[in-house]
């Protein structure tokens, strides 16, 4: 039974440019939630989807936005990339119980 | 909106030494859980905690929550090189059922 899956794994890109990971959720899991966590410090929210619509977002700017697709996967666009940007990006999936997170391997972008 | 708190920060532990890493929040959390990450990677999910009271072992990890108190620890006992990481502890409150984490607690495991 597969886990979560990112991609890509590493990413470099330029600032003002746009980038968009991807995320696999666990089987049987509907809910998709993205973190970023910079270097040294606890992964921040950003948002959450669920029936392919946001419910919840954090303290991120409108240049991070999302979308789900009917097969529960996700994605994290993130447009006019800053230096600030730079951090590990994780998606976790959830049952619908919410009884545990299952977090996927991150995506390291770095923005130069 | 909760805050999460851990101490301490670094935690250089002797081998088979005994050690506790606190966890205080400020608000009420529906659930709370403990995670550690290696240098690098995700997070490995290791305790859910649900109501006031629970304890929880695996091998050499035991975690507790205290709900009045608002706090939960993370005991390690005779501690051995391989639980060197990064422990965070994380409270989930909201319809959402957001996570938030605390700084984490980075334990180093020397000889």
């Known amino acids: 039974d597969a886990g979560v899956t990112q991609s890509p794994t590493h990413l470099i890109k330029t600032r003002g440019q746009q980038v968009t990971l991807r995320c696999s959720p666990k089987?049987?899991?509907?809910?998709v939630s993205w973190y970023q966590q910079a270097l040294g410090q606890g992964p921040q929210f950003i948002f959450q989807y669920y029936e392919e619509e946001e419910r919840q977002r954090g303290n991120f700017p409108d240049r991070f936005s999302g979308h789900q697709f009917p097969n529960y996967s996700s994605e994290l666009n993130v447009n006019a990339l800053l230096l600030g940007d730079s951090a590990l990006y994780l998606c976790?999936?959830?049952?619908?119980?919410?009884?545990?997170?299952?977090f996927g391997s991150g995506t390291r972008l770095t923005v130069v | 909106e909760l805050k999460v708190e851990q101490n301490p920060l670094f935690l250089s532990m002797q081998e088979g030494k005994n050690y506790t890493i606190y966890c205080n929040y400020s608000t009420t959390s529906d659930r709370l859980y403990w995670y550690r990450q290696d240098p690098g990677k995700s997070l490995e999910s290791l305790f859910v905690l649900l109501s006031n009271g629970a304890v929880k072992q695996e091998g050499r990890l035991m975690a507790s929550l205290d709900t009045k108190a608002r706090l939960s620890t993370l005991h390690i006992t005779a501690a051995v090189h391989d639980l060197s990481a990064t422990y965070f502890c994380?409270?989930?409150?909201?319809?959402?059922?957001?996570?938030?984490f605390g700084t984490g607690t980075r334990l180093q495991v020397t000889l």
């Open positions: 976790a999936s959830s049952s619908p119980d919410r009884a545990g997170y299952t």
């Open positions: 994380a409270g989930l409150t909201g319809t959402a059922s957001k996570l938030t």
């Open positions: 089987s049987g899991h509907d809910t």
